[in-house]
């Protein structure tokens, strides 16, 4: 670490964010920014073939919508669209009542795929923009084997990943479960079973 200039370094991923955000004319969730700022991940969206592990998450650089690096898996979720489609009352529920089986295909393709959890090229986490809170977070969204995960911010939904990949569990997990986990020390203000920042701003 000697003669590594921290502070520079971060002002320099810092101008990368800044320019991303002008390209797309979006405002990038805190909490996101600051897991770039501490991870900087690779610079790819999958895993080569034969790793042990396909867990990968984009840089700054990479970082694409969906329609852009999953056509055709978005193609055929928007196909299904009559079969997926919510409304707004059912749609907004997070936390552990949240069901698992809810998408809404037309928010596919402009969502940011910021990487990809397990070994199947579909379990994709992104980041939703037609989808906002106060603060200033994104919807966050895994896809999994069985259904989707949604969550108020990208910190909460990586809380989730991470006792759901320790402890094995199916479904999404409550906050009871999460205080009983390594999980529960992150600098988190808000949890699964508690209530959004707001109403989330949709728009198209």
């Not at 393709?109 to 200033?136: C, K, M, Q, R």
């Amino acid at each position: 670490m000697d003669g590594l200039d921290l502070a520079a370094t971060e002002a320099a991923y810092m101008e990368k964010v800044a320019a991303y955000e002008a390209y797309r004319g979006i405002r990038l969730p805190r909490s996101y920014v600051d897991f770039l700022l501490a991870y900087q991940p690779e610079l790819r969206y999958r895993a080569e073939e034969g790793e042990a592990s396909s867990t990968r998450f984009v840089s700054i650089e990479a970082l694409s919508t969906l329609g852009a690096v999953s056509s055709s898996w978005v193609s055929a979720v928007d196909g299904a669209r009559g079969v997926y489609g919510v409304p707004d009352h059912k749609y907004f529920v997070y936390g552990a009542k949240q069901d698992d089986a809810i998408l809404r295909a037309e928010y596919l393709a402009g969502s940011l795929g910021v990487g990809h959890y397990g070994f199947d090229s579909n379990e994709i986490i992104s980041l939703n923009p037609y989808v906002t809170f106060a603060d200033g977070e994104m919807e966050a969204i895994a896809y999994v084997s069985h259904g989707t995960i949604r969550a108020t911010s990208f910190a909460e939904l990586m809380r989730h990943i991470h006792a759901w990949q320790s402890r094995r569990w199916e479904g999404v997990i409550t906050d009871a479960d999460i205080q009983k986990t390594c999980a529960a020390l992150l600098p988190v203000d808000a949890w699964w079973e508690r209530e959004p920042v707001k109403v989330p701003r949709i728009s198209e």
